[in-house]
Every structure is written in C-alpha cells, then in structure tokens.
C-alpha cells in the first residue's frame, strides 16, 4: 500500500558526512493515513535500533548515540523523509532502514519499511 524507496547510502571515510533520503508513495488516502517517519538502523550481531523519527506534526526524537550529528527533516510535498548524518563515526556503520507508520483507521495501524541501504564508515 505504501511502499518507500531509499537512497543515499554509500561509503564515506570517518568524519564524513552522507543524506539519505526515502520517498513514500501510493494512494492519496494511505499517503495521508502517515503518522511519521523515521529511520532504523541494524549492525552486524546487533538489535536494530531506533535512529531518529519525526512525526506528524513536527516533533522529532533521535537516539542518544546520533544526538548532536544527525537531523531528520520532512518534505511534505514530496512525501519524503531525509537524514543528514555528519561526523560520521566507524559505529554508524549499520543498513539504514527507512519506516513509515500509518493509521489507517478503521483498518488499523500498519507499519512500512523500506528495503535498507548500507552506510560504511571507514577509517
């Protein structure tokens, strides 16, 4: 119903910087059925994690360890979610995963995810 297409992953030497972005898509009732959007992010023989989201209406929340480097921002019209990642560190190299959160009422409340991208962060 909703499908969500990353890109921007790549690799980038430690201290780099990289912008993903991930453009939601589908039906105008499920485009306007989304709560929020956010970013998961899961490291070889780790639990994936919370990375940032930010909601409907604006407010945002990002995990202790991105906090000061990281920043989720919102294109409404284009229906796409972007995270400028800076000072970047070896322990960001995860696959970034895009989600998407979406009441759809009577039909229930569904989560979307994006197919992942991979970051690697060298030295």
């Known amino acids: 119903q909703v499908q969500l297409v990353e890109s921007g992953g790549g690799l980038v030497q430690a201290g780099g910087s990289l912008r993903l972005s991930c453009a939601a898509s589908?039906?105008?009732?499920?485009?306007?059925?989304?709560?929020?959007m956010g970013w998961y992010r899961q490291a070889p023989g780790k639990q994936r994690e919370l990375v940032a989201v930010i909601r409907s209406g604006g407010s945002t929340n990002y995990a202790d360890s991105v906090k000061g480097r990281f920043n989720i921002s919102r294109d409404i019209a284009k229906n796409t979610v972007y995270l400028q990642m800076n000072s970047l560190k070896s322990e960001d190299t995860a696959v970034y995963y895009c989600?998407?959160?979406?009441?759809?009422?009577?039909?229930?409340?569904?989560?979307?995810w994006g197919q992942g991208t991979q970051v690697t962060v060298s030295a």
């Open positions: 989600n998407c959160n979406a009441d759809l009422g009577f039909f229930g409340v569904r989560d979307y």
């Open positions: 589908g039906s105008t009732f499920s485009i306007n059925a989304i709560n929020a």
